[in-house]
């Protein structure tokens, strides 16, 4: 009995390390995207506002072009959207953020 219980909490405790891993992404993209305070409108990963969708796995219904698109000019696709264009942005960083973001799947 002692035995199972011991490998029992050994498997929680990888579990648990695997998932605090997952969740601190230090991505150059990740700290882009807190950087613009995109999670003011945006939820990543069960934290961020709710005006716009949720971008936790973003990646997996839009493609890199709409994703860059979105962020430099997001009135193209929608005329009366609520989000600012961040078409300042260097090019470097954007490449990072779109990378960061089509990764989220
Ligand atoms: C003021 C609120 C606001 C901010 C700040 C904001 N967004 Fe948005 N975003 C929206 C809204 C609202 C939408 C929904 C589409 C539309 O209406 O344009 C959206 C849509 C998106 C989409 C498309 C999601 C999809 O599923 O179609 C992406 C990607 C995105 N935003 C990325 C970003 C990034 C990256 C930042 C920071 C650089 C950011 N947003 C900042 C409001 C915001």
Do not use: W
Not at 51 to 73: C, D, F, H, K, M
Request: charged share 25%; with cysteine.
């Amino acid at each position: 009995m002692k035995g199972r219980v011991l490998r029992f909490s050994s498997f929680s405790a990888i579990i648990l390390a695997a998932s605090v891993a997952a969740c601190a992404d230090n991505s150059a993209g990740a700290k882009i995207f807190q950087r613009e305070k995109c999670m003011d409108c945006h939820t990543m990963k069960g934290r961020g506002g709710a005006v716009g969708p949720n971008l936790t796995t973003v990646g997996a219904r839009r493609n890199s072009a709409y994703i860059r698109e979105q962020i430099r000019n997001p009135s193209s696709q929608n005329p009366n959207t609520a989000m600012p264009s961040f078409k300042d942005l260097s090019e470097q960083d954007m490449d990072k953020l779109v990378e960061y973001l089509s990764n989220r799947k």
